[in-house]
């Protein structure tokens, strides 16, 4: 097959682009310039897509002697990732920006790009597999990106290629090192690429400016004070900067945000328990389920714990009753529907009870 490799400059999509040339197949590399301005998107271990990552990805295509090329998709990342974040955490909403990136950059904007150019399939670095058309976790549970993927569609799937999904992260770079990959020492990445001092509450202030507010008991007291909502997730326990204990001295968690009366509901860690999610329109990952579907799994974090769940669509809109363990739920989150270890769906998170 003629096959594009993402090379983001990590030992990851160098040696899955490394097993698709072992493989037969024709393999060219590209690199995703992301930002305007790469040279600022790197803080040592944190962030991605600087000009080191693009000579990093280029060195690894050297080596493994395939024709490579770096593509500008900045401005779609930013209006599709980027300005989305800031979107939905002025709403008071909690995104995932790698979910968004798999679904409009990765897997929308360069997989069609690559379909154009004759490409057959795109094949990256992450950890997850694809058994019989069906996308499904890793082998290495601590490294499965399962999750951030649970967006794409069959057809998409049919054109993915995750050649380290059978492996576990030691091997990996073991492997880097074996075929003289100088990345196979690079640190991984860490937070969202595009806030590399991982300081989000900073970063954001700087788009949204300071918007102040009350922070407030479940009884409506004022218990404290923010400079802007889009500074908190529900579920959030540190930084709140309250201004007394509460009465029975246990700590106090962000219930609920309210970006229009501008306040943030604080309550005790048992309001964060949740039985009921709602969510937007699923994306299922195969052939559409037969609903309801009773002894499923819930994951909302990626690299949270799944929980028992049965999950239904009303009105077009996906819904779950979940067992016991899930609390902090907060809208914007990213709901992943596994059956075992194979990976059913995923909708957006609207609200949970």
Same mark, same amino acid.
């Given at each position: 097959?003629?096959?594009?490799?993402?090379?983001?400059?990590?030992?990851?999509?160098?040696?899955?682009?490394?097993?698709?040339?072992?493989?037969?197949?024709?393999?060219?590399?590209?690199?995703?310039?992301?930002?305007?301005?790469?040279?600022?998107?790197?803080?040592?271990?944190?962030?991605?897509?600087?000009?080191?990552?693009?000579?990093?990805?280029?060195?690894?295509?050297?080596?493994?002697?395939?024709?490579?090329?770096? +593509?500008?998709?900045?401005?779609?990342?930013?209006?599709?990732?980027?300005?989305?974040?800031?979107?939905?955490?002025?709403?008071?909403?909690?995104?995932?920006?790698?979910?968004? =990136?798999?679904?409009?950059?990765?897997?929308?904007?360069?997989?069609?790009?690559?379909?154009?150019?004759?490409?057959?399939?795109?094949?990256?670095?992450?950890?997850?597999?694809?058994?019989?058309?069906?996308?499904?976790?890793?082998?290495?549970?601590?490294?499965?990106?399962?999750?951030?993927?649970?967006?794409?569609?069959?057809?998409?799937?049919?054109?993915?290629?995750?050649?380290?999904?059978?492996?576990?992260?030691?091997?990996?770079?073991?492997?880097?090192?074996?075929?003289?990959?100088?990345?196979?020492?690079?640190?991984?990445?860490?937070?969202? =690429?595009?806030?590399?001092?991982?300081?989000?509450?900073? +970063?954001?202030?700087?788009?949204?400016?300071?918007?102040?507010?009350?922070?407030?008991?479940?009884?409506?007291?004022?218990?404290?004070?923010?400079?802007?909502?889009?500074?908190?997730?529900?579920?959030?326990?540190?930084?709140?900067?309250?201004?007394?204990?509460?009465?029975?001295?246990?700590?106090?968690?962000?219930?609920?945000?309210?970006?229009?009366?501008?306040?943030?509901?604080?309550?005790?860690?048992?309001?964060?328990?949740?039985?009921?999610?709602? =969510?937007?329109?699923?994306? +299922? =990952?195969?052939?559409?389920?037969?609903?309801?579907?009773?002894?499923?799994?819930?994951?909302?974090?990626?690299?949270?714990?799944?929980?028992?769940?049965?999950?239904?669509?009303?009105?077009?809109?996906?819904?779950?009753?979940?067992?016991?363990?899930?609390?902090?739920?907060?809208?914007?989150?990213?709901?992943?529907?596994?059956?075992?270890?194979?990976?059913?769906?995923?909708?957006?998170?609207?609200?949970?009870?």
């Amino acid at each position: 097959m003629k096959v594009l490799a993402a090379m983001s400059g990590g030992v990851d999509s160098a040696v899955a682009a490394a097993r698709a040339v072992d493989a037969g197949h024709d393999v060219t590399g590209v690199h995703l310039a992301l930002s305007p301005s790469p040279e600022s998107h790197r803080n040592g271990a944190r962030g991605c897509c600087s000009l080191e990552d693009s000579r990093d990805a280029r060195r690894a295509a050297d080596v493994l002697d395939i024709p490579f090329y770096v +593509w500008d998709v900045a401005e779609r990342f930013t209006r599709d990732v980027v300005d989305d974040f800031v979107a939905e955490y002025a709403a008071g909403r909690t995104p995932n920006p790698c979910v968004r =990136c798999n679904e409009k950059i990765k897997f929308a904007a360069v997989l069609d790009r690559a379909v154009g150019l004759g490409f057959d399939a795109v094949c990256t670095g992450h950890y997850a597999r694809i058994i019989d058309g069906g996308l499904h976790r890793a082998v290495d549970r601590n490294k499965d990106q399962s999750y951030v993927l649970a967006v794409l569609r069959p057809d998409q799937i049919a054109r993915a290629m995750f050649p380290l999904g059978d492996s576990i992260k030691s091997a990996v770079r073991a492997e880097a090192a074996e075929r003289g990959l100088a990345v196979a020492d690079k640190p991984d990445s860490h937070d969202i =690429c595009f806030i590399p001092s991982g300081d989000t509450a900073g +970063w954001l202030e700087q788009r949204l400016g300071s918007s102040p507010g009350d922070i407030v008991d479940e009884a409506g007291e004022v218990v404290g004070a923010h400079a802007g909502t889009h500074g908190f997730t529900v579920g959030q326990r540190r930084g709140l900067a309250l201004q007394a204990p509460a009465a029975d001295g246990r700590p106090r968690y962000v219930l609920s945000i309210s970006p229009v009366e501008r306040t943030v509901t604080v309550g005790p860690a048992e309001r964060l328990e949740v039985s009921t999610i709602e =969510c937007g329109p699923p994306t +299922w =990952c195969g052939p559409d389920p037969a609903l309801p579907l009773e002894s499923v799994l819930a994951q909302v974090r990626a690299h949270g714990d799944p929980v028992p769940c049965r999950v239904d669509v009303v009105g077009g809109a996906l819904v779950a009753e979940v067992g016991a363990g899930l609390r902090g739920i907060a809208p914007g989150q990213t709901f992943v529907v596994y059956d075992g270890e194979r990976v059913v769906g995923s909708a957006t998170i609207d609200a949970a009870r």
